[in-house]
């Protein structure tokens, strides 16, 4: 009889952020261990994708996803393959896990966001935005939603009032998010009031200094270009 009280060390490292020891304590268990494989190779590929390690999630994920067994966790596991095929840029293969999942019935708000940042992707506007309220439907509180949604709308300039107030949302549920600032200062930059959208893009900056979007952002609104 196969025990997963083995587990529940790594669970735990998992469920308090310490990816790489949650990691490195799921790869420790041996061949013999007496737990279900796939449930080892569900955080194997929860882990990887945390650390943004996508083609080793990938690997561990599609395990699960073709063992046949564990409903639930296939359809987790289908809803990260298509945010991770989006991610990297194979959109086919994200349209293809999101349809799957559409066809079970699991019709998060997740899943209705994961499918409006594909159809984004693949400069589908309308898709887009219909998805996004979609999402915002079956949860209001959802934060990839609300601050997808503004960001998409400014980006169209459609509706930047909507817009304003969604990414205002947005950061107040999740204020730690560099993408909720960026989104909200290119929101400001939309409407022509470039103190706001500079002080919002630089604390977006403080939070994410490497990111390529949030620096072209900021030069757009200095006036240096879009370089």
């Known amino acids: 009889m196969q025990n997963n009280n083995y587990l529940n060390d790594g669970i735990k490292l998992y469920n308090q952020g310490k990816y790489s020891d949650a990691l490195a304590y799921f790869l420790s268990l041996s061949e013999e261990a007496p737990v279900d494989k796939i449930d080892v190779a569900y955080f194997l590929g929860l882990c990887y994708a945390k650390l943004q390690k996508y083609d080793d999630s990938l690997l561990f994920l599609e395990q699960v996803v073709t063992s046949g067994t564990q409903l639930e966790k296939i359809l987790q596991c289908r809803f990260l393959l298509a945010v991770i095929y989006a991610i990297s840029g194979r959109k086919r293969l994200a349209n ?16 209705y966001a994961a499918i409006a940042f594909v159809s984004w992707e693949q400069q589908d506007t309308d898709k887009c935005i219909e998805y996004y309220e979609k999402s915002l439907e079956k949860d209001p509180e ?3 939603s609300l601050n997808g ?10 509706d930047l009032t909507k817009a304003l107030s969604l990414c205002k949302k947005a950061v107040k549920v999740s204020p730690d998010s560099y993408a909720c600032y960026d989104s909200l200062g290119w929101v400001y930059y939309k409407l022509g009031l470039m103190e706001d959208a500079l002080h919002y893009l630089e604390e977006a ?6 990111n390529r979007e949030i620096a072209k952002h900021i030069r757009i609104v200095k006036g240096e270009g879009n370089k």
């Open 142 to 144: 959802n934060v990839t």
């Open 96 to 111: 293809f896990e999101l349809n799957k999942l559409l066809e079970t019935g699991y019709m998060t708000a997740s899943v």
């Open 205 to 210: 900056e403080k939070l994410a200094p490497e």
């Open 149 to 158: 949604l503004g960001y998409v709308l400014a980006c169209q300039d459609k």
